[in-house]
């Protein structure tokens, strides 16, 4: 048996992990206040219990990509899709604040390694042409994560408890988990692909010697990490991971503190703006593959499409001045709107300027970047809401993406052609 369009397909396999690494990462924001109530916990410890996640995030983002590497696209991810299904469902068995903060940090080791794994993916099964569109839907799990999350963690948190509600999306990790093993290879080996689609991209992908597990030995993690392009991916995360971070982790805390929503009203509303995103990732993706194909060089279309969505983040400025909530709300669509369109193409240049066996772990370390600035923005965002307002953190989001762009330019240079 053949599954026609099958790089489709591992495409939105990609995907439906995204969101559910996302969904399970957004259920303590969604449940904040219950099980802030039952441990007693203040906004500056629930920030601490997000520190513990982004600082374990951040450690093995560093490492999962080298990880993803030396094991091989199918045997690495799944091993970092179990490991979080788990993390997620121990979530429900804590009895305080500590042993939250210690589900946090493992869920933190291992939910990283889905993009490096998803990335990686990309590059073994689409061509330069695609790949952004191929990161742009994998992408667009996150906000199909985040989007269904609420209502669905809502409704299950109101009818049988916040308990229940780590259970359950824990769980989704695991039956996906089956259908990885099942379905994913490589284009050469795998049993499911049709001669005809492969023929059509074997000469366009990574060739298969690029998609072994790497041995010991043969990849050195210092050298590719300390290249300047390397570090500026680094950097150009470092600035805007935090913006997302703060939309995923404090937007329900926002809403529920400054516009006096309630935990219904969340579940009701706090989807909308990752709505934006999905449609984001996907236009971004397509969008610059649209431009290749007309003749612009990878780079600059890249590049055209991270401008377009750097242009729409100062609308975050506007989220805490204006009277209404639904007004707060449509400023935070276009936030994350543009924040997608940005990201679609930011995390598509590893694939683009580095060798498969190396876009993992090159993406791992960029991916640090992001979880480091998370950390700080973080703890800042928990000191500054306690003691002022969100104001200043809105206007701080506002401005991370076009100073990440310039980055971007300085640093990292241009991959010049589709081949």
């Known amino acids: 048996m053949k599954i026609p369009r099958l790089r489709w397909i591992i495409a939105l396999m990609l995907c439906a992990a995204t969101m559910v690494n996302y969904a399970d990462r957004l259920t303590l924001s969604i449940v904040s206040v219950d099980l802030r109530k039952a441990f007693a916990m203040s906004e500056q410890d629930y920030s601490h219990v997000l520190t513990l996640f982004l600082i374990a995030y951040a450690i093995m983002y560093a490492g999962s990509g080298y990880i993803i590497d030396r094991l091989g696209t199918r045997r690495g991810f799944a091993v970092f899709i179990f490991t979080w299904s788990v993390s997620q469902m121990l979530h429900g068995l804590s009895i305080g604040k500590w042993s939250l903060g210690a589900c946090r940090f493992l869920l933190g080791l291992s939910e ?174 397509w969008l610059s593959g649209r431009l290749v194909r007309a003749g612009w060089s990878v780079g600059r279309a890249r590049r055209f499409v991270m401008l377009l969505g750097a242009c729409l983040l100062p609308s975050a400025i506007f989220a805490p001045l204006v009277p209404e909530a639904w007004m707060a709300i449509a400023a935070t669509c276009l936030v994350v709107l543009g924040h997608a369109l940005y990201v679609a193409n930011l995390q598509t240049l590893p694939t683009d300027l580095y060798k498969a066996t190396e876009v993992g772990t090159v993406t791992g370390f960029s991916g640090m970047g992001g979880a480091v600035g998370g950390i700080l923005a973080n703890l800042g965002t928990g000191y500054v809401v306690m003691h002022f307002s969100y104001a200043p953190i809105f206007l701080i989001a506002g401005l991370m993406h076009p100073l990440s762009l310039i980055i971007i330019y300085k640093m990292i240079p241009e991959a010049p052609s589709a081949a």
Not at 144 to 164: C, D, E, F, K
């Open 112 to 285: 990283p390694g889905n993009w490096p794994a998803a990335a990686k993916a990309v590059s073994e099964w689409f061509p330069a042409s695609q790949r952004a569109l191929g990161v742009g839907i994998f992408n667009a799990g996150s906000s199909l994560g985040s989007a269904l999350a609420p209502p669905m963690v809502a409704w299950l948190t109101l009818q049988y408890g916040w308990r229940a509600a780590f259970m359950f999306t824990g769980t989704l990790g695991l039956i996906l988990l089956l259908f990885w093993l099942i379905l994913y290879q490589p284009p050469h080996r795998n049993r499911w692909l049709k001669p005809s689609e492969y023929d059509e991209i074997k000469d366009k992908v990574r060739p298969p010697s690029e998609t072994v597990a790497v041995k010991h030995g043969n990849l050195r993690w210092g050298a590719v990490v300390t290249t300047r392009a390397s570090i500026g991916l680094a950097l150009a995360r470092f600035l805007t991971d935090p913006v997302i971070y703060f939309i995923i982790f404090w937007l329900p805390e926002y809403l529920r503190r400054e516009r006096g929503f309630d935990l219904a009203m969340v579940g009701r509303y706090a989807w909308v703006p990752f709505l934006f995103g999905d449609a984001g990732y996907v236009l971004g993706g």
